[in-house]
Structures are given as C-alpha cells and as structure tokens.
C-alpha cells in the first residue's frame, strides 16, 4: 500500500473526493488513498441541501486568491455557517491563507473551529496535523505535541513522527526527537519520508 507523504497529498485526494461524489456521500464508501486504511465518508441521504452545499463549497473555494481579502470573508463565512465537513474543508483552505500571510493565532483558531465541524477521524487528523504545524511556528511545542497526540491510525505514524521530532528538538530534547523520527522511519513511511526522517536524525547534534 503506498504511504503519503504528507497530508497536503490526502487534503487533495479528500477535496477531489468530494468535488465528484457531492451528490452521492453515502454510509461506506471507501477510497483507496494509500495511508490511510480507507475513509469512509456519509451522510445521512442524498437530497438537495447536501449537493448545494457541495456546490457551494466547490465556489468559494475556488474562488480563494489571497490577494483578494473578500474572498477569504467569504470562506470563512462560509465555514462558520456550515457545521459539516464541507466546513471542515473550508476551515482548512481559510487556515492555509492565513498562515500563509504569518496569521498565525488566525489559522490556528480556523482549524480548532474546522475541528468542531466533522467526525471523521482522518479529516481530524489532517486538521490536527497542521494545528501542530502552526503552534510550532507559533514557538508552543508543548501544545503541539498534546495536539499530535489526539491523531490516531497506522498511517498517520511517520508523518506525526515528522512534526513531534521537530517540536521536541525545539525543546532541547535531542534524545526524544531521535526517538520520534526513528518511529517514524520504521513504519510503513514511504522511502522518500523514510530518507528525510533518517536525514534528520543523522544531523541531530552530538
């Protein structure tokens, strides 16, 4: 099974997914995409309230250009009045801008909101994922590793090994991020995420 190596990769694939079957979220569907043992996305029928809902977030995300604030407004709105995943989506493209500009306290409540939005544990995990990102540029390694510590699955290992070496490192702590990354580098990583991880390690000081 290919391994993602990182979850801008599973966002795209989850984003597609939805763009295509919007109309049709129904109870098991499984989507082959690698990391992950299969997403299963639902919802409880198909009527017309989803697919223009889908519809609706297939727009204002396309029409996100950082250049223009209104089209962020209009994300964000749009993720604050849709307690779905669709909002969960949303939160995620808002975060991106945000962070992006070095918003960084923004972004990060955009994805705690996003968290609010969906229970599906890969999309919290991507969320999560990238909360950790943000409150390690935000210099708050501690609260990044509580955040990683809430992703759960198999195929999640080596890319929060990734971040919790990077938060730990931070700290000093040298011997816990030798320790992260080399979890990382013997799960089911895909080599090129297995070669930076041991890159990593072989650079740690001392």
């Known amino acids: 099974m290919e391994v993602y190596s990182n979850e801008n990769e599973q966002v795209d694939a989850l984003r597609g997914f939805f763009a295509q079957n919007g109309k049709a979220l129904v109870i098991g569907v499984i989507i082959g995409i690698g990391a992950l043992a299969g997403w299963r996305y639902w919802s409880s029928h198909e009527d017309g309230s989803s697919r223009e809902t889908s519809a609706a977030y297939?727009?204002?995300?396309?029409?996100?250009?950082?250049?223009?604030?209104?089209?962020?407004?209009a994300a964000a709105k749009f993720a604050s009045e849709n307690s779905n995943t669709y909002g969960a989506l949303a939160s995620l493209d808002v975060a991106k801008r945000y962070a992006d500009g070095n918003q960084l306290d923004q972004a990060a409540a955009q994805l705690q909101s996003g968290l609010k939005d969906t229970k599906d544990a890969n999309l919290q995990a991507v969320l999560n994922?990238?909360?950790?990102?943000?409150?390690?540029?935000?210099?708050?390694?501690?609260?990044?590793?509580?955040?990683?510590?809430?992703?759960?699955?198999?195929?999640?290992?080596?890319?929060?090994?990734?971040?919790?070496?990077?938060?730990?490192?931070?700290?000093?702590?040298?011997k816990g991020a030798h320790d992260a990354w080399s979890k990382g580098i013997d799960s089911d990583a895909s080599p090129a995420l297995k070669e930076m991880l041991q890159m990593k390690m072989n650079n740690l000081p001392g």
């Open 58 to 73: 297939q727009q204002v995300s396309g029409a996100l250009d950082s250049s223009k604030p209104e089209t962020l407004a």
């Open 129 to 174: 994922l990238r909360l950790a990102r943000i409150q390690l540029q935000q210099k708050k390694p501690d609260e990044a590793v509580k955040t990683l510590d809430l992703i759960k699955g198999d195929g999640w290992t080596a890319i929060v090994a990734d971040v919790r070496g990077e938060a730990l490192l931070s700290k000093g702590d040298t």
